[in-house]
């Protein structure tokens, strides 16, 4: 078949060694920006100080041909050393951590407590009428976290954006 | 200073003298007099100095394209690296290997809007195939060497090595280019074989099969073309060829169906449709080969030969991909035939024939040359007669319906002697591009065919041509109009030729003249072969000026979301078959 207009699109965890040197940010953003494709998530560290290399874990989405087109294109940037789908490439953990503030006074205030013990989140920070909670998870135990302390006064959060890695004993 | 420590310019030099570099094509400014200094002071490498940076970039690429050696441009900060931004977009859409230098402002001024400061690296990222900003002396020469092998290897592609002027004054150390290897890049040249093999058996099985080849062929170097050739022969298929591909199997041949696509031939777009194995090497199914994908050679397996992984299935879902060059994955498939004593069903293929021979009587290129008015058809025929004889021919070209012509009216023999812009589709390429073939052949008969709104782009270029007394031939089908827009809009604008005619223009003759070339111009049919035996006759620069037809029409045409056996013709078609919709929006 030509044309894959039909067929479904799917949420994909691509992780990307790269040299860390100037540029090599603009250069995967340039290429998803120019090219269309989705980031759902984008983060990026050092990770080997001595091979002088980063690490991009980027959350996309796409049809299987989409896929398989952003993982050819990152892979022919000449910075990039690997690429790797851990969608695809077994399983994979997946975390996110988020620095979630609310603000308020009274039963809310106890009640985002409350939730935030449920959710194992920490707190970083009170004042009389605030917290500062860290949570780390997957995306959807972040979202659902701070969907709840929506009502109970949310007003600030901060979120790294997803990093993964392989189950198992095999580096990337 | 050490005895062993140069200047950043100095370095830049001795690093491109290592590359193998004769010429280079540049234009100086405030950022690059260091290097200009030291150039000056050398005899190694020859500065071409032409006159506008996009010239320059051209000029590189009809060299790269050629000679298969890196074309090398070297252009001052600002305005100067601004303009080479169409000439490096142009090299990336058609894998040409170019280095381009640019000037900087120093270090210390970067980001504040200094004088004639611009964010090369920035601008240029998405139109080359890789970039750098050098920050310190002592990476120069290592990232000169890495640019050239970038350049060069795997998909070729332009290079920008943006050199802020205070490196250039700094003095560092030279490390020559084979201590330099790389940690990510290593492109693969050898395809999978237990892919080579399942297509070698795709094709044993095939009862339609096609060739279906492209540029990539020309990048792998002439020994791809060879092998090629070779192989077409011996398993006894037809074979077809993008436009950038042409001179990679001969044209001559009796196995060759022509270039196929939007404007290409009959026999080549149906057996392309009908097809049963469709064996694509180092072509990218662009949309102007494809026309709908939908209805894209619906009933083939397809086989894929591509060295950039991210060709493949891009636009087509191919059966049987094999990543690797040309030249290395032949070299492979030709023994896997070979010895697998691959038979096809020769009943089947006379069948295949016997059909594509009956598309042929079509006579899809057909034209009439009657009146007092020259066909542009028959002009580029003549040209071919004319020349078709001689050895080392090589013809350039502009943008548009000429582009077209020469593509279906002159036959090439052999790879890298054809230049035109494919991808990027660049008016005011061929001027340029013929310049820089003629720097690497000075001996040899360099002609533009080129439209005369096309040529205007770059005529600037005359006068380089006039400084290195290069005997480069201007063929110009001068139809007064932007042609090939005209026609679209005849085709689906109702005949509103909006800005589409080409108003004032010069003298051509005298145009020509005042570069202190030749002039030459053609009115009537009778008049055509006494002009191109006057223009090869000379030893000078020439303009002819042809005068054509100014409402012919390039056919055949597949219009913009077509299917393949939805094409145009003639102008009779035009009528009968309205384009639809969903081809309006396309380009
Ligand atoms: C006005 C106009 C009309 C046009 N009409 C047509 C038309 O009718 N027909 C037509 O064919 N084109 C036409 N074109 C050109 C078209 O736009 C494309 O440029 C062209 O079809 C692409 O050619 P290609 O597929 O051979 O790919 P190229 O652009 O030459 O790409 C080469 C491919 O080969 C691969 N490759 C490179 N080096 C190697 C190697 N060493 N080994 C293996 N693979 C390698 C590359 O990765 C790439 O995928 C037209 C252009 C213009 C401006
Ligand atoms: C730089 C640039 N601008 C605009 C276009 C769009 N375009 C494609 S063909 C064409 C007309 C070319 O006219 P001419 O050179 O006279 O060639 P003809 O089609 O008449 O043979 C134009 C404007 C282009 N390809 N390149
Ligand atoms: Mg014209």
Redesign the interface.
Known sequence: MNVTTTATTNRHTIAVLVDNEPGVLARVIGLFSGRGYNIESLTVAEVKAVENLSRITIVTSGTPMVIEQIKAQLSRLVPVHKVSDLTLEGPAVERELALVKVAGKGDKRVESLRIADIFRARVLDSTNESFVFEIVGDTGKLDAFIRLMQPLGLVDVSRTGVVAIARGAEAL | MASNQLTGAEILLKALVDQGVDEIFGYPGGAVLPIYDVLFQQNAIRHILVRQEAGAVHAAEGYARSTGKVGVVLVTSGPGATNSVTGLTDALMDSIPVVCITGQVPTHLIGNDAFQECDT??IT??CT???Y?V?NVNDLARIVHEAFH?ARS??PGPVVIDLPKDMAIASGTYVPPNRVG????APKVKGDLDAIKRAVELMAGAKKPIFYCGGGVINSGPAASKLLTQFVRTTGFPCTLTLMGLGAFPASDPQFLGMLGMHGTYEANLAMNQCDVMICIGARFDDRITGK??A?S?GSKKIHVDI???S??????VDVPIVGDVGHVLEDMIKVWKSSQAKPDQNALKAWWKQIDQWRARDCLKYQQKGDIIKPQYAIQRLYEATKHLDDVYITTEVGQHQMWAAQFYGFEKPNHWMTSGGLGTMGYGLPAAMGVQIAHPDALVIDIAGEASILMNIQEMSTIAQYRLPVKAFILNNEYMGMVRQWQELLHGGRYAESYMASLPDFVKLAESFGAVGLRAEKPGEVDDVIAEMLKCDKAVIADIKVDKKENCFPMIPSGSAHNEMLLGPGDEAEKPVNEDGMVLV
């Open positions: 690296t920035g990222r998405p195939k890789h970039n900003l920050k970038v795997g998909r790389h940690k990510s890049y994908l939908a894209f619906p950039d992984q991210s493949i299935n891009k636009n087509v879902r």
